[in-house]
């Protein structure tokens, strides 16, 4: 019980960490696409947990609102749009895509490990406190992302309308029925 | 750390909620199954395919993208409501570029007819 109650922090983290991957390595391991929608949907709010527990309450609400939500019923339209089967497994399970998926692997490791390094990913990161001060005053983290996205990163911030605006345009042209772009300004056909 | 506790049990009950009562459902309930019990019964027509099988309009894929991109516009507004007094002048014109950048995009989706369902 004592040492519960020392390391909780610790046995949270890691709970919720190995819930994360267990849920990701379902997202793979299922063979019904709708079950590893479900499991993405799982992994999604034990990350939102996580960002609760690095004291970004904030990120937290955003990823259950944005990820576990909206991308969520995204995916799943497009599990029914794409006329997914079950698939064999040798059939999809790494075909010809090993060499990518290691190297993917062996990159994403490097990038850990020179963060790591680096410092600015170690197990010590900014305390509670940075990540609610408002111009040296503490406030909560909403406000501090406010005051730190439209003052201090406003170019990324502008940046984001023109990424968004293209994902709108884009989904607008491969929706139309005839995908080809012959007269501009035509109205979707029936 | 202490005040998600009551999250954490909601979460709990919210969950284990529906799992106990299909749970006690399966075991008192009469089993008798037969083929005419699931029909469609006075509404709907019988499914001649799985939904799997079945290829649903792309129009479901363009509402789901327009849902996500102005649900994510929609997120950028909290922080900047909150410190709406704040960042003055200087936000409220930062944002209204930000929301004058994807005005474009709404009136482009509204002309192509991408609202409209039939």
Redesign the interface.
């Known amino acids: 019980m004592e040492f519960l109650t020392a390391h909780?922090?610790e046995i949270?983290f890691y709970t919720l960490a190995a819930l994360t991957v267990a849920s990701a390595v379902g997202v793979v391991a299922f063979r019904n696409p709708v079950h590893s929608a479900i499991s993405l949907l799982a992994s999604f709010l034990f990350v939102a947990a996580l960002f609760?527990?690095r004291h970004a309450e904030?990120l937290a609400a955003?990823q259950v609102?944005?990820y576990a939500?909206?991308?969520m019923?995204?995916f799943l339209?497009?599990i029914?749009?794409v006329?997914?089967?079950r698939l064999d497994p040798e059939q999809v399970f790494l075909s010809g895509k090993a060499p990518a998926a290691v190297a993917a692997g062996v990159l994403l490791g490097a990038l850990i490990a020179f963060g790591y390094l680096a410092g600015s990913l170690g197990p010590v990161g900014p305390g509670p406190e940075a990540l609610r001060m408002?111009?040296g005053a503490v406030a909560?983290n909403?406000?501090a992302?406010?005051?730190l996205?439209?003052?201090q990163y406003?170019v990324p911030?502008?940046v984001?309308?023109?990424v968004?605006?293209v994902?709108?345009?884009g989904?607008?042209i491969?929706?139309?029925?005839d995908a080809g772009l012959e007269e501009g300004?035509g109205?979707?056909e029936? | 750390?202490v005040q998600?506790v009551p999250i954490v049990l909601f979460t709990l009950v919210a969950v284990s909620f529906p799992i106990v009562t299909l749970l006690i459902a399966k075991a008192v309930r009469a089993g008798s199954p037969h083929p005419v019990k699931g029909e469609p019964y006075e509404c709907g027509v019988p499914a001649t395919t799985t939904?799997?099988?079945?290829?649903?309009s792309?129009?479901?894929?363009?509402i789901?993208?327009?849902?996500?991109?102005f649900?994510?516009?929609t997120?950028?507004l909290?922080?900047?409501a909150?410190?709406f007094e704040?960042?003055a002048l200087f936000?409220f014109i930062?944002?209204m570029?930000?929301?004058a950048?994807?005005l474009?995009?709404?009136v482009?989706?509204w002309?192509?007819?991408?609202l409209?369902w039939?």
Do not use: C, H
């Not at chain 1, 491969?174 to 029925?177: A, L, N, Q």
């Open positions: 909780f922090v949270m609760v527990m904030f955003v609102l944005v939500g909206g991308i019923v995204l339209f497009v029914m749009l006329n997914v089967k408002v111009d909560g909403t406000e992302v406010g005051w996205l439209y003052r406003l911030f502008e984001v309308s023109v968004l605006l994902a709108m345009i989904a607008i491969f929706g139309r029925r300004g109205r979707m029936q | 750390m998600y939904a799997f099988e079945t290829r649903f792309i129009r479901y894929y363009l789901a993208v327009l849902f996500v991109v649900d994510v516009e997120i950028f909290f922080p900047w909150v410190m704040k960042l936000g930062e944002m570029v930000f929301l950048i994807l474009v995009g709404y482009y989706a002309r192509r007819g991408a409209e039939a």
